[in-house]
C-alpha cells in the first residue's frame, strides 16, 4: 500500500491517522530526532578528538496531532486520559510503525476559529523495540471522522428545512407521531427517547442534536456492534419519503408542502445518522470471514446510494451538495477500511460431505481440529450435530487441510 493509501482526506487538506493505547488522532506534522550516543574526548596537544560511542540513542518524537468531529470532545479526554496513564504505551506512528513510549510532555489547545477539534503536541521517548516493523494503517480512524462529518452535515441540512412555527396543530401533531413510529425500536433498546425528542418539536437544530445523540448512545449503551447494526439496519428506510418507495404526500398549499418538507427531512435525518453510525459500528466488529466484512460493506454503501439518489418530495431537487459529497467520502471510507480488514481474514467455502457424518468427523477432515464442529454447526444451522446430512453444500471456512 502506498503512502498516498494511507491519507485520510478532510475539508480539502490530507493527515496521516495514528494512536496512542486506544486513542485515535490525527497526524498535523512530526519530527524525529535519532541518533547515536556519544561522548567526545579532547586532549592536549592533539588536534583529533576521540569520540566515545555508548550505543544507539534513544529516538524521540515530536508530534502535532489534533481530534476532530461531532464528538471531538470525547475524543479529546480519551487521549488525555491516554496520555495521563502511568507508564509507556504503544504509539501507532503513521511512518515509523507501532512502538513503546513514554510521553515526556503534552500540551493541548483549542480555538473558537476551529471549533469542534482540539490539537496536541506531544514528546514522546521511545521505551522498547518496535513492536511491528511496518507501517500500520489505521482505516478505521478514516471511517469514524468521515461518519461524524456526515452527521454534522445532515444536522445542519435538517435545521434549513423544518420549521413547525407556522404549522397547523395537527400537522405538528404528525410530526410527533412520526417521531414515536421511528424511534420504537430505540425506545426499546436504551430507554424513552422519544419525549425529549418531541419537546424540542420548535427548536430544529436542538431536535436534530437530540436525534443524533440518541442514535449515538444507542451503539455506545448496547456495547454489541452486531446488535446495533441491525437496529440501524432497520432505520436505514425509516418512513418512506424521497426513497424508491416514496408515499405520496400533499402539497397543495403552503401548509401541506411545509409538512411534507418537514416528514422527508425527519426521516432523512434519522436514515443518513443511523447509515453513519452502522459505519462507525463496523469499525469495532470482529469479523469472522471476509465475506462478513465485505457484506457490512455493501449493506452500507447500498443504504448511502439510497440517499444520496433521494429527491425532495415537493419540488423534486436532488439531494444537498455539501450532505452529498460527505456521505459519498464516507462510503469511500468505510469501502476501504472494510476490504482491507476482510482481506486479512479468512474466505468461505463449500464442502459437500460424501455421506451422513458427525459434524465432528467433518471438522477433522477439514481442519484437522475436531473441536472446530460447533463452528459448522452454527454457520450452517444444522439441527443434530451428530448427522450432518451427505450430499448437501455446507458454508465453511477456507482452511481445508485435507482433501
Known amino acids: 500500500m502506498s503512502w498516498r493509501d494511507r491519507l485520510v482526506t478532510i475539508d480539502g487538506e490530507s493527515y496521516y491517522a495514528g494512536k496512542f493505547r486506544e486513542a485515535k488522532f490525527l497526524v498535523r506534522s512530526d519530527g524525529l530526532e535519532f541518533g547515536r550516543r556519544t561522548e567526545v574526548h579532547e586532549y592536549p596537544d592533539r588536534d583529533i578528538p576521540y569520540v566515545e560511542d555508548s550505543g544507539k540513542k534513544g529516538r524521540k518524537f515530536s508530534i502535532q496531532v489534533f481530534v476532530v468531529g461531532a464528538d471531538y470532545d470525547i475524543a479529546r479526554n480519551k487521549l488525555i486520559k491516554a496520555i495521563e496513564q502511568s507508564g509507556p504505551g504503544a504509539l501507532q506512528h503513521p511512518h515509523y510503525g507501532v512502538m513503546q513510549v513514554s510521553i515526556l510532555s503534552a500540551r493541548a489547545s483549542q480555538s473558537t476559529s476551529k471549533a469542534g477539534q482540539a490539537s496536541f503536541t506531544l514528546e514522546c521517548l521511545e521505551g522498547g523495540d518496535l513492536l511491528f516493523p511496518i507501517v500500520a494503517t489505521a482505516t478505521d480512524v478514516a471511517t469514524t471522522i468521515a461518519a461524524e462529518k456526515s452527521i454534522a452535515d445532515s444536522i445542519a441540512d435538517f435545521a434549513s428545512k423544518f ?123 470482529s469479523y469472522e470471514t471476509s465475506s462478513d466484512a465485505l457484506s457490512d460493506a455493501a449493506m452500507i454503501t447500498a443504504a448511502i446510494e439510497v440517499q444520496t439518489a433521494a429527491e425532495d418530495v415537493v419540488d423534486s431537487r436532488p439531494i444537498n451538495d455539501v450532505v452529498y459529497m460527505s456521505m459519498i467520502d464516507l462510503r469511500t471510507a468505510v469501502t476501504k477500511d472494510l476490504r482491507i480488514r476482510g482481506a486479512q481474514l479468512p474466505k468461505l467455502t463449500t464442502h459437500t460431505p460424501a455421506a451422513t457424518l458427525p459434524a465432528i468427523v467433518i471438522a477433522y477432515q477439514l481442519y484437522g481440529n475436531a473441536s472446530r464442529d460447533a463452528e459448522i454447526v452454527a454457520r450452517n444451522r444444522i439441527r443434530h450435530p451428530g448427522f450432518v446430512p451427505g450430499g448437501q453444500s455446507l458454508e465453511v471456512l477456507a482452511e481445508v487441510v485435507n482433501g
Open 163 to 285: 420549521d413547525v412555527l407556522g404549522d397547523f396543530a395537527d400537522s405538528t401533531q404528525g410530526i410527533i407521531d412520526e417521531v414515536d413510529d421511528i424511534f420504537k425500536a430505540i425506545d426499546a433498546a436504551i430507554g424513552n427517547v422519544t419525549g425529549p425528542i418531541a419537546a424540542l418539536i420548535r427548536a430544529p437544530a436542538e431536535m436534530a442534536a437530540m436525534i443524533a445523540g440518541n442514535l449515538n448512545r444507542l451503539r455506545i449503551t448496547l456495547g454489541e456492534p452486531g446488535r446495533a447494526l441491525n437496529i440501524y439496519r432497520d432505520l436505514f428506510n425509516s418512513g418512506n419519503t424521497g426513497t424508491a418507495t416514496a408515499i405520496t404526500l400533499p402539497t397543495a398549499t403552503t401548509t401541506q408542502r411545509q409538512h411534507a418538507t418537514n416528514i422527508q427531512a425527519l426521516q432523512q435525518l434519522v436514515q443518513r445518522v443511523a447509515v453513519a453510525e452502522a459505519a462507525i459500528a463496523t469499525t469495532t466488529r
